[in-house]
């Protein structure tokens, strides 16, 4: 076992600016697990992580020597190396939250047949949600021919699954339209699933550029697809929410304006155009609104306990699955990339959005 872990950070105030370091690796702590980060998925959630990392504490996780660089989280799967923690044997296989690293060193609590919380003090104020590692061999979304579907769409798919419901919980805010900007990303599908599946919802409006249009047609879940250049199209009378996967300000503010008084709620999801970020004051209409899911997650574990909220969520989980993997029309090619020079630039390629939106990308260190 290497006695050095290796790990990729990027600048926080330009994502697309990365480096390589390396830090020691010690002897385990009472209570410590060391996982060889397997394999992890690398998507425009991603960059949200990057962009937002001041603001929602992305960069809390997984701490850096130096303040200038930081660490984007990812999800995927790692394997137990070495353990000194009762009920976790080397071996065994975890799907979580991880650095960009080829190691990382948890001190596992709350060890059950499900998995573990990494109760590291660094991440003790931090969401519980993204503290959690669940055992792969007990894990009801977990399909070992699937991991690369996993890895690039399970973490998306909550935050789809988890706005869907806040949404409903709130009624629509009144709204019988959703649009839903940067539609051809995974979570705004996801989202969009989701909406389809629910009966007498609203209608679904997806909100791509003219290059992404007909793979957005292609999922079949949108009501309408229309391009950011034909926004007037859309009539300015109906009763809308409006989630924004984008970030993108101008685009913000030309749909607040388009729909003035017919504008419900407004939401921010996602950073995709985040050479575009802006603010959020002065827009006519509702105030946009940070959409935090570990929010809607702890609300629904408490009125529907932790067993009810993972059926609910598995049972959804399946049925997007199903519709993103199908072998006739696949809404996703999981594109799989080994080594350092492949992981800086497919990370340089998704955060310029120079990737094809169907491909989805898993990556190894080796």
């Known amino acids: 076992m290497k006695n050095m872990i290796e790990h990729f950070t990027v600048r926080r105030d330009n994502p697309s600016q990365h480096r390589w370091s390396q830090s020691l690796l010690g002897a385990l702590a009472e209570g410590e697990v060391l996982l060889a980060i397997d394999s992890f998925s690398f998507t ?33 799967f790692a394997d137990v190396v070495a353990s000194n923690v009762e009920g976790i044997s080397v071996g065994e296989r975890f799907y979580g939250y991880y650095p960009m690293s080829t190691h ?68 629509f805010f009144g709204a019988t339209q959703v649009l839903l900007s940067s539609a051809s990303s995974k979570t705004a599908y996801g989202t969009a699933a989701c909406l389809a599946q629910r009966e007498n919802g609203p209608s ?43 970030g993108n300000a101008k685009l913000r503010a030309k749909i607040h304006t388009h729909c003035g008084e017919a504008l419900k709620y407004s939401c921010s999801i996602g950073g995709t155009h985040w050479d575009h970020l802006g603010g959020t004051r002065d827009l006519p209409g509702p105030r946009p609104t940070l959409f935090f899911a570990p929010s809607q997650a702890k609300k629904r574990v408490g009125e529907w306990g932790p067993a009810g909220f993972q059926s609910q969520l598995t049972n959804a989980w399946e049925r997007f699955l199903s519709d993103a993997s199908a072998t006739s029309t696949p809404w996703l090619h999981v594109v799989t990339s080994n080594g350092r020079d492949a992981i800086a630039s497919t990370v340089t390629a998704v955060i310029k959005g120079g990737v094809d939106p169907r491909d989805g990308h898993v990556l190894r260190f080796a």
């Open 44 to 76: 425009a959630n991603n960059v949200t992580y990057a962009m937002f990392g001041e603001k929602m504490k992305y960069w809390e996780f997984f701490p850096t020597d130096d303040p200038t660089y930081g660490t984007i989280p990812v999800w995927g």
């Open 104 to 171: 990382l060193v948890v001190k596992a609590s709350r060890v059950s047949a499900h998995g573990f919380t990494d109760a590291a003090p660094h991440r003790a104020e931090l969401p519980v949600i993204y503290n959690q590692y669940i055992r792969s061999s007990s894990d009801s979304m977990y399909r070992k021919d699937r991991e690369g579907e996993i890895a690039i769409l399970r973490p998306l798919f909550a935050t789809s699954f988890l706005l869907e419901d806040f949404l409903a919980d709130n009624k």
């Open 204 to 246: 679904v409006v997806g909100l791509t550029s003219k290059a992404n249009a007909e793979f957005v047609r292609s999922l079949g879940c949108y009501s309408k697809v229309v391009t950011y250049e034909d926004l007037a199209t859309l009539d300015a009378n109906v009763p809308t929410v409006y989630c924004d996967f984008a």
